[in-house]
């Protein structure tokens, strides 16, 4: 069985961005493990209409096991989706991996939306490797912290890691 990933990002501003990771996973050569949750099914001409739209966004998310958030300039302001998708996400326990289209590695507060403040979410920039390592290791790694831990909030990865993963230690 698929594991598959539900993608929130701003549609007029940073579709490039998941357009990109579209294409990765259609390239066998990269490996790149990615069963997308909007490929599920397709919405129809009444996509206009908001109470259909949230309806299937729903069912998408509800079968998917993990949640990628990509951050780009102006994402915290989104409301009418974004963040009912990401309240939807945090409702039903889904592991939250954040990425920063400014390619910063750590939680950028500036630029995610306030509702991920206090969340258990890896926050990683956008990179291959970086977001290739999360999809595969986010949702295990989470499941084995304690619920004091993740009270804590936001993860990072390591320096280290950035490094293992041919990253260099302070690139993005």
């Not at 490929?39 to 299937?56: C, G, I, P, W």
């Not at 500036?110 to 390592?133: N, Q, S, T, W």
């Not at 989470?142 to 890691?161: I, Q, Y």
Request: charged fraction near 25%; aromatic fraction near 10%; glycine fraction near 6%.
């Amino acid at each position: 069985m698929a594991n598959f990933t539900y993608v929130v990002f701003d549609g007029d501003n940073d579709g490039w961005a998941y357009q990109y990771i579209r294409g990765w996973a259609v390239n066998r050569r990269l490996g790149f493990d990615f069963s997308n949750s909007h490929d599920l099914d397709a919405m129809t001409s009444r996509a206009q209409d908001e109470h259909y739209v949230k309806r299937n966004l729903r069912a998408r998310m509800q079968n998917s096991d993990q949640v990628l958030v990509l951050v780009g300039e102006k994402t915290k302001n989104l409301y009418r989706y974004v963040r009912w998708e990401i309240e939807m996400a945090i409702d039903l326990g889904l592991p939250i991996i954040v990425v920063n289209l400014n390619k910063k590695r750590n939680v950028d507060h500036e630029k995610m939306p306030p509702i991920l403040r206090d969340v258990c979410a890896l926050h990683i920039g956008y990179r291959f490797r970086a977001i290739k390592e999360a999809l595969s290791t986010w949702k295990s790694t989470l499941r084995g912290l304690s619920l004091a831990t993740r009270a804590e909030g936001p993860r990072v990865f390591t320096a280290k890691a950035y490094t293992d993963l041919g990253l260099g230690a302070s690139e993005g």
